[in-house]
């Protein structure tokens, strides 16, 4: 700033002091080793300062016209400098202008190095933003001490205090300023040619003149005052006309000011015609066109007025507007249906099958309404079809039609090209988003909140190509760039932006670790870590792999193995500016704050990033209590936060810690039942329900008693919230049933089972039918658990065996239906658990359907696997074929039995003891036959029999069973 004030007034030496100060500045912060090459070489061309190792140079100057760029860049090619350093940086000492001709620029530029205006032309504007991304304490205290040194007084003594090392001229005139600006413009001849110009100049010097007689009117009245101090009726006249003459001399002042404005608006009116008339295309304008630029070139000013404004002008321009507008109207309608109609056909299911006509309906919309927002639409479709070569096609054809001025489209397109090439052609993508950049440049310094992301990724997307071609400086240059506009984010800012933000850290993290810069990358692998977790925090279900990919990253930067022992020290990197309450938060952010390092604990903890879950409960678990004891009350969370640090104890098999923190949990629950019960109660008996589990951990069974009354305090609750308040919380209470059916089943307390029965049926009979369709699995699980338990431990006459058979069954019949697999040994054994039982207790028509149901099981697993099930269903059948005997239902009962004798004699080869089994079916089925009155076929099977008694071995059992059939021979077949 005091550089461009100086150079205003013409001492333009201070910017050789200032050139010199800057050397310390930039070598700081662009981690540089410059030195100036004029000590060496008066008036060095193009180039001031230069890094021979680094190969980058910088020229110095107070002039940021857009004439001394394309000087600067003209004289770095023509004097060959650009094979000597391939980065050149024009550094503005006062402020550099907001727009620059990019197109001339690259006309002078070519391919021969590349210069970004964005990136390359820097002022302390940019110096500024740059030290703001310095984490380097070193870099930045040197960086302090440079700036106390250059202060203002510093400068001003160096300044009096070397005046024989600076020749100062005179000061140069306002209208010799602005006459010297525009001599870059127009030429020397050319500005006195402006009629305008010069009557604001003959003003301007007129008021001046006046002004210059008013001061000293001014001075005159002072000292006649001066000298007149007891005349009290002069000095009151001598003070009016002062007071007027002030007035008077202030009043041209605002007369000058105002003429000036008007000069400086004319001056900037003639530069923007010089910029416009120098980017028109003259091969292809009109021939009055043509004129007007000779004319105006040649300062004839008056004349380009005249040629352009002829008569009948006006009214020959709104003619052709209203054809073009009626024309263009309509085939931009047309166009926009088109593009309509082929994105309706994208909605369709079979779209695919109209890819030829969707890609017609595009092409037609191109043809009637030109390349823009169509041609953009079709280059989506046409990459969804792997078409990307015609994608590519369509977009250069976009940008060879669409006018310089549609900037935003042109940039747009230029960005989805990049995209495009930058899995094919790595070169021609970063071509496309350096094209990209400077548009992008030039309207985000028009409205930074539009522009903003597109040019922060493209620069981005440059950085990351240059990166994989390894140009690692060029690199940096567009990464930091990308990072100094998204810089100023916080943990409210938008998601994209974060998410950006975040990548350039990770890519910045990279970049230097592969310069082998090791503080700069852990520096940004830090930043990338904390804004990972700025990230996730927000949504963490959907954003968690942002801090996730962080973590992984700085594991590998430190050799580190998931879970490692310094995994903590990562994770608190990453939520440190959450996890300590900061000054300027309120205490409802740091209340939200803390609810969302829950959130994300919940979600690490699925991951098994246990390390990284604990530091956020822990975390939370801090804010809330030092909440609490602002007076900011949060007991409730204070609880919920202890029970989540009992599950990282429970992972870490540390029983003792975690009963301790879910008591503690417990007694602030109790404490708020007090006022609100039924919310505090259901927790609290959720609690306690762990503890319950807690309490088997690490214990011999012996102990197991201890757990029982945490147990039943949570049941007791339960009961509570149903009988004193109505308010059941069923979901918990069917927890606690099915988690204590788990233990029942292992072989706890099996007295207990039938209590623990009735304790089920009691809240079943309290709970909405809906509740009960909706929660059916979880109570067909807890009663499939403790079934086994309820079975062997209840009598068959006892009077609710059947009920609980009913149930128990019931639950295994619909668990079986979802996984047969799973639970058709279950259902089996209860099945033939509950027959044998009743058969036992001679309860032969209540065990009849249970055991005909088990054997039909066994039959349909026998079809599946024969030699796994056969032998199994012997015994059932046999069962079965009793208890129809007993029910008089013979005809059922010898179907089994011939079933079973048929099974047998076919297998009489493979165990000499099936033949003993056969005989003794053979027994019960004549039995059978002859209570149905089938004699013939009992006296077939009693001479079969005969036949097999001999091969029996056994000669008790032979004898046994040979009387068994004398005995029906004589009671059935001798005559009486």
């Given amino acids: ?160 205090q070397n005046t024989s090392k600076y020749s100062f001229k005179k000061p140069v005139s306002y209208i010799d300023h602005v006459k010297n600006e525009l001599e870059d413009v127009i030429g020397h001849e050319n500005v006195n040619k402006v009629p305008e110009l010069s009557e ?416 956020c409960f822990q975390g939370a678990l801090k804010i809330f209590r030092a909440l609490n004891k602002k007076g900011y009350s949060c007991l409730a969370e204070v609880s919920d936060s202890l029970k989540w640090v009992g599950f990282i104890y429970m992972t870490q098999n540390n029983v003792k810690a975690r009963k301790r923190i879910l008591l503690e949990a417990l007694s602030i629950r109790k404490q708020l039942s007090e006022n609100e019960p039924v919310e505090n109660l259901s927790k609290a008996a959720s609690l306690l329900n762990e503890l319950y589990d807690n309490s088997f951990i690490g214990v011999s069974p012996s102990q197991y008693y201890k757990a029982y009354p945490f147990f039943e305090e949570a049941l007791a609750i339960h009961k509570n919230l149903d009988e004193k308040y109505q308010q059941p919380n069923f979901e918990q209470w069917l927890q606690l049933l099915q988690h204590k059916s788990i233990f029942l089943s292992r072989g706890l307390d099996k007295t207990d089972a039938i209590i623990w029965y009735q304790e089920l049926v009691h809240m079943l009979n309290r709970m909405p039918s809906s509740l009960i369709e909706f929660y059916e699995e979880e109570i067909q699980i807890a009663m499939h658990e403790v079934g086994q338990v309820l079975l062997e431990n209840t009598g068959a006459d006892h009077a609710f065996f059947l009920k609980i058979a009913k149930d128990i069954i019931n639950a295994r019949k619909a668990l079986f239906k979802q996984d047969p697999v799973k639970y058709s040994a279950h259902l089996l054994w209860a099945l033939l658990h509950v027959g044998n039982k009743l058969a036992e207790a001679k309860q032969w028509q209540e065990a009849c359907p249970y055991l005909q149901e088990a054997v039909n099981m066994l039959q349909e697993l026998i079809r599946k696997d024969p030699d796994k099930y056969h032998k199994d269903a012997v015994i059932p059948t046999l069962k079965l074929a009793l208890v129809y005997s007993k029910l008089t239902d013979h005809a059922h009962s010898v179907n089994l039995l011939t079933d079973l004798y048929n099974y047998f004699e076919v297998r009489l080869s493979e165990n000499a003891q099936y033949l003993t089994i056969m005989v003794s079916i053979m027994i019960s089925l004549t039995e059978e036959l002859l209570a149905c009155g089938q004699k013939e076929k009992a006296a077939d099977y009693i001479a079969k029999a005969m036949k097999y008694l001999p091969g029996i071995n056994d000669l008790k059992e032979q004898r046994r069973l040979k009387a068994s059939f004398e005995e029906l021979k004589n009671e059935y077949f001798l005559d009486k």
């Fill in 1 to 160: 700033m005091q550089v461009g004030g100086y150079s205003a007034m013409g001492h333009y030496d201070m910017s050789i002091h200032a050139e010199q100060a800057s050397i310390l500045i930039l070598n700081a912060v662009f981690d540089l080793e410059l030195k100036n090459v004029n000590q060496d070489k008066r008036n060095h061309p193009a180039i001031d300062l230069i890094d021979e190792k680094k190969g980058v140079a910088f020229q110095v100057t107070a002039t940021a016209t857009p004439q001394k760029v394309a000087s600067t860049l003209q004289k770095f090619i023509n004097n060959n400098l650009h094979e000597r350093y391939h980065t050149l940086y024009i550094y503005i000492l006062t402020e550099k202008r907001s727009k620059y001709n990019t197109s001339k620029i690259r006309n002078i530029v070519k391919d021969k190095f590349n210069f970004d205006v964005g990136i390359h032309i820097v002022d302390y504007k940019d110096i500024m933003r740059r030290v703001s991304f310095i984490t380097s304490v070193e870099v930045l205290s040197r960086l302090a001490r440079l700036y106390e040194q250059l202060s203002t007084p510093l400068i001003k003594s160096q300044f009096l």
């Fill in 200 to 615: 604001s100049f003959n003003k301007i010097s007129a008021l001046e003149n006046d002004l210059q007689n008013k001061e000293k009117e001014l001075q005159e009245y002072k000292d006649a005052n001066d000298g007149h101090k007891k005349g009290k009726v002069l000095q009151d006249i001598l003070d009016k006309a002062y007071v007027k003459a002030q007035d008077e001399y202030n009043d041209i002042r605002r007369a000058i000011e105002l003429e000036k404005e008007t000069v400086n608006a004319l001056s900037l009116n003639i530069r923007r015609q010089k910029e416009f008339l120098d980017q028109i295309d003259y091969d292809v304008a009109s021939e009055r066109m043509n004129e007007a630029r000779r004319l105006f070139e040649a300062g004839e000013y008056a004349m380009v007025n005249t040629l352009l404004n002829y008569k009948g002008r006006q009214d020959y321009i709104s003619k052709k507007l209203e054809e073009r507008e009626r024309q263009s109207t309509e085939l931009k309608s047309l166009a926009n249906e088109e593009v309509l109609l082929a994105l309706n056909m994208l909605q369709k299911q079979d779209w695919h099958l109209y890819i030829q006509q969707i890609k017609a309906h595009f092409e037609q919309s191109i043809d009637l309404g030109g390349y823009g927002v169509n041609s953009f639409q079709y280059s989506y479709f046409l990459e969804d079809i792997k078409e990307k070569d015609r994608a590519i096609d369509i977009l250069h054809q976009t940008l060879a039609h669409l006018p310089e001025k549609e900037r935003e489209n042109r940039a747009a397109v230029w960005e989805r090209l990049g995209k495009l090439l930058k899995d094919s052609n790595k070169e021609e993508a970063l071509k496309a988003f350096v094209e990209a950049v400077p548009i992008y440049e030039q309207l985000f310094d028009e409205d930074r909140d539009s522009y903003e992301f597109a040019l922060a990724e493209t620069l981005f997307e440059c950085g990351s190509l240059y990166m994989q071609q390894s140009s690692l400086e060029h690199a940096r240059e567009s990464l930091e760039r990308a990072l100094i506009i998204v810089g100023t984010l916080n943990k409210r800012a938008d998601t994209n932006m974060q998410k950006l933000a975040y990548v350039v850290l990770m890519a910045l993290g990279s970049l230097h670790q592969q310069l082998g810069n090791d503080d700069q990358t852990t520096s940004y692998q830090v930043m990338a870590l904390y804004m990972g977790a700025v990230i996730s925090l927000d949504n963490p279900q959907k954003e968690l792999f942002a801090l996730l990919e962080a973590v992984r990253r700085f594991r590998i930067l430190i050799g580190e193995k998931k879970e490692g022992p310094h995994s903590d020290v990562i994770y608190n990197y990453a939520l440190h500016h959450f996890i300590k309450i900061q000054k300027w938060q309120s205490r409802e952010d740091a209340f939200n704050t803390a609810k969302a390092l829950e959130k994300l604990g919940l979600y690490l903890f699925v991951e098994q990033e246990v390390v990284g879950a604990s530091v």
